[in-house]
């Protein structure tokens, strides 16, 4: 059945999801500031469902060092950082010049080099412990603040590590392509696998790999790859809808979720972790499913997971 009803395809562009370690840093040259336009709750991970550390007052002035999905990554003027929805967030032009420096980094990839290193909400063992990483962790760090990293981690929790604690992943030469494909398959599989337990464990039905959805969902991967952006409307292709439609794909409801992560496990594992994208990952909506992976120099890997239900 083609998408003729409105309605459904309102209901369809609700189901759209993104998930991402950092969509954007700001630069150290030109910070943004805002300040909290009511009580708003404070947190160390990007999901409403997180647990809060505490509320800051109305007026509470912030620096604004990158974003997660609907959060901004924000540094206090005690230096604490952490997470605070967007929409209880005014632009100012006043600068935390109580706050000590940021140095913007980026998005580096890198790993915990040491065992049991602490996670912390700000940059001195003064701060406290989020939790504690095991050596070899994937990170992505963003900034630096007197000499700790600002660290993301695959759950989208945001923290800062003592620099000596982390290794940068260094640049590899171009791999030797022969086994590429039979790789690429197995990393779909994993991403099949990882999804249909979680449906199990909910009590919904397994989704199967459709007929031309997973060379659709892989020529977005690739697009994301070579044109550089992230997002749910390629440059390309358009809209996931409009790409199903061109390709002559019939439903009654779809959606799409896209990752940035150089762990295949742990970007479904962060999809899990989200209520919009687990949504999506454990619909009865859905009995389809199309898996696009593409290597990536930004963020490891870029993951596109579309569905579809008949």
């Known amino acids: 059945m083609k998408k003729t009803n409105f309605k459904i395809i309102i209901m369809l562009s609700f189901f759209i999801t993104i998930s991402t370690f950092i969509f954007a840093a700001t630069t150290a040259s030109n910070p943004t500031y805002g300040v909290t336009s009511s009580n708003v709750n404070f947190r160390s991970m990007a999901t409403t469902s997180s647990t809060v550390i505490r509320q800051l007052s109305k007026g509470t002035k912030l620096k604004l060092v990158g974003n997660i999905d609907n959060f901004y990554i924000v540094q206090l003027t005690t230096n604490e950082v952490g997470l605070v929805y967007k929409d209880y967030i005014k ?67 945001v923290g800062m590590v003592y620099k000596p604690y982390i290794t940068f992943n260094t640049s590899t030469s171009t791999p030797n392509t022969s086994n590429q494909t039979t790789t690429t398959d197995s990393n779909i599989q994993l991403v099949l696998n990882l999804i249909n337990e979680a449906r199990s464990k909910a009590g919904v039905s397994p989704l199967k790999l459709g007929a031309t959805l997973p060379k659709i969902a892989q020529l977005k991967a690739d697009d994301m790859v070579k044109n550089n952006y992230f997002s749910h409307t390629s440059p390309t292709y358009g809209t996931p809808f ?30 899990l972790a989200s209520d919009t994208h687990k949504q999506n990952l454990l619909s009865q909506a859905y009995n389809y499913i199309g898996i696009g992976i593409a290597k990536s120099d930004t963020y490891g890997y870029v993951i596109v997971a579309m569905f579809v239900g008949e």
């Open 242 to 271: 409009k790409m199903m439609s061109d390709y002559g794909i019939d439903y009654k409801a779809a959606g799409e979720n896209i990752a940035g992560n150089p762990d295949i496990k742990a970007a479904v594992e962060a999809w």
């Open 91 to 157: 632009s100012s032009s006043e600068a935390l010049t109580e706050a000590l420096s940021y140095t913007n980094l980026g998005k580096k990839q890198a790993k915990i080099n040491t065992q049991n290193v602490n996670f912390r909400r700000g940059p001195s063992t003064s701060f406290q412990s989020i939790t504690k990483l095991a050596q070899g962790t994937s990170v992505t760090v963003i900034g630096e603040i007197n000499g700790w990293y600002l660290a993301v981690t695959s759950n989208n929790t």
